[in-house]
């Protein structure tokens, strides 16, 4: 097996182009085409994560965190960011990161928290904009199945919980070949009317190319008619933080008792807690301060999420209760989604958890 062939099935269920703009996602060094040996999942790629990858015989380190988030000038060891690709590159490790695109990812980080949670049915926080397309394809009547099952199996037609969503229409289409052109269908130099069918489908902007081509290579013309067209609409399958409702009520406290349990909080920076129950939850993995509007517009009861400013805790305002748990704390289950997403897709196959603690803050 090569690298890529992991990668390659990681970045078809959350495709790099879903990623923020700030991040860096992705193959951050070493060969897609290396064949692997193993692979070490781990939330962040630290000097002991890759002396840890070369104790286990792994060549590939699938982090949560990129290493690299900026540029770098020099390469000389001078910060850990630095000795940590020195030494990968050194022992022939490669470093991957698949971060924000999995936090957008609807059955990624957020997931899992509300599974955790016990949230059965969350919906995305903050749906994805400006991130969904509609295509349009001319086709033949005798091939509208092989082309539509080409796109769907590429990854368009979605719709909340609904797949292989499309329209179609009947007309009659028409094309004159020249000398040059090689036709599937009519003469070369006459005018040829065809019984044809408009297909439209719904599709992620960060799956377009991969549609295209899948679509190209079914199509029986030599030059495919097809048009796409931005979509103003919320993508409600991708975007950041998730909320949903838990089965009963919870009084506060106890919530917040179960909350430190499940996450193994050294300590819970919350607001005034100024409601007895938690009913409705909002959170999202990570920092997500950003958020706190989106929480209070779905009328949640309490945030969960790290990183909050000191400032930023009076943005509660009595009518929502935000609990911060810590960065670490809230993503830590990240690496059991990797693992789990990658031992059912490949059976024989068996990545090794870090055995590292990589969280930066302790507690006393």
């Known amino acids: 097996m090569q690298i890529k062939e992991i990668t390659n099935y990681l970045e078809s269920l959350s495709p790099l182009g879903s990623q923020e703009s700030y991040d860096n996602s992705g193959l ?115 091939h509208q199945d092989s082309v539509l099952n080409a796109l769907f199996d590429a990854g368009a037609g979605h719709i909340g919980n609904y797949s292989e969503c499309s329209f179609s229409s009947e007309g009659n289409g028409s094309f004159k070949a020249n000398e040059k052109a090689a036709p599937h269908v009519g003469e070369k130099n006459q005018r040829h009317y065809e019984p044809e069918v408009k297909l439209e489908v719904l599709m992620s902007t960060h799956r377009k190319n991969a549609i295209i081509q899948a679509m190209l290579s079914t199509h029986p013309y030599e030059s495919v008619a097809y048009d796409i067209v931005p979509i103003n609409n919320l993508n409600y399958d991708e975007g950041s933080g998730m909320y949903g409702e838990l089965d009963k009520p919870l009084p ?63 943005d509660a305002e009595n009518k ?19 693992h789990e997403i990658l031992s059912k897709k490949f059976t024989t196959f068996a990545a090794y958890l870090t055995e590292s603690k990589t969280n930066p803050v302790n507690y006393f």
């Open 28 to 142: 951050i060094c070493g060969d897609k085409n290396w064949e692997l040996t193993n692979a070490l999942i781990s939330l962040d790629c630290l000097e002991s994560t890759v002396d840890e990858a070369i104790q286990k015989g792994c060549n590939l380190i699938i982090s949560h965190h990129p290493i690299v988030f900026k540029g770098l000038k020099k390469i000389n060891g001078s910060n850990y960011i630095e000795r940590v690709l020195i030494s990968a590159i050194k022992h022939d490790i490669a470093l991957y990161a698949i971060h924000t695109n999995l936090d957008n990812y609807k059955l990624g980080v957020n997931k899992k928290i509300g599974d955790l949670l016990g949230v059965k049915h969350p919906k995305i926080l903050a749906p994805a904009s400006q991130s969904l397309e509609k295509l349009s394809v001319f086709t033949p009547v005798t």
């Open 252 to 314: 506060t406290l106890d919530f917040l008792k179960h909350l430190k349990s499940i996450f193994n909080c050294g300590v819970i920076r919350h607001t005034n807690i100024h409601q007895k129950n938690i009913k409705k939850v909002a959170w999202c993995g990570g920092s997500g301060s950003f958020l706190l509007p989106n929480a209070k517009g779905v009328d949640a009861d309490i945030y969960i999420t790290g990183d909050f400013k000191y400032h930023e805790f009076f």
């Open 320 to 338: 929502i209760i935000i609990a911060d748990i810590g960065h670490f704390e809230s993503e830590q289950f990240t690496i059991e989604l990797i």
